[in-house]
């Protein structure tokens, strides 16, 4: 299984909004890097959200529901698209302060890449994000 963090702006989609719909799929991304990430997520696979704005924080643990596929809103046809659902809320958010204070991370994409909307999250960073964030 990989983990994956997705950003969002709370205003626009928080990740009490996916609880409250029990599923979405995400759409609109248009970087190349982050499309890159967003086609290789498969079934059963996790994310963290990640509240951007005046947040900066992980926030809440989602499940893809399905691997990617070609986005209905792009008519080009050539951006993916995936579905998820909510797991759980995080018991302590983690935010970009803490994770930027913290050398382990200095090459993460959340660290070095800040506009990257969906980047995967190495398994040995994953195991320190989960456990701060009570997962």
Same mark, same amino acid.
């Given at each position: ?68 596929? =070609? $986005?209905?809103?792009? /008519?080009?046809?050539? &951006? %993916? ?5 909510? @797991?759980? *809320? ?10 930027? =204070? $913290?050398?382990?991370? /200095?090459?993460?994409? &959340? %660290? ?5 909307? @969906?980047? *995967? ?15």
């Amino acid at each position: 299984m990989a983990t994956f963090l997705l950003k969002t702006e709370p205003g626009d989609y928080s990740f009490a909004d996916l609880v409250r719909d029990k599923k979405t799929s995400w759409t609109g991304v248009k970087n190349p890097a982050a499309q890159a990430a967003l086609r290789s997520v498969k079934k059963g696979d996790e994310a963290f959200i990640y509240h951007t704005g005046a947040e900066k924080q992980i926030v809440g643990l989602a499940r893809f529901t399905g691997a990617a596929y =070609a $986005d209905p809103a792009d /008519k080009a046809g050539k &951006l %993916v698209a995936a579905d998820l659902a909510p @797991v759980r *809320a995080a018991k302590e958010p983690v935010t970009l302060s803490r994770v930027k =204070a $913290d050398a382990r991370f /200095k090459d993460f994409a &959340l %660290v070095r890449q800040s506009r990257l909307s @969906v980047m *995967a999250v190495p398994p040995n960073l994953d195991k320190i994000l989960r456990e701060w964030a009570g997962f």
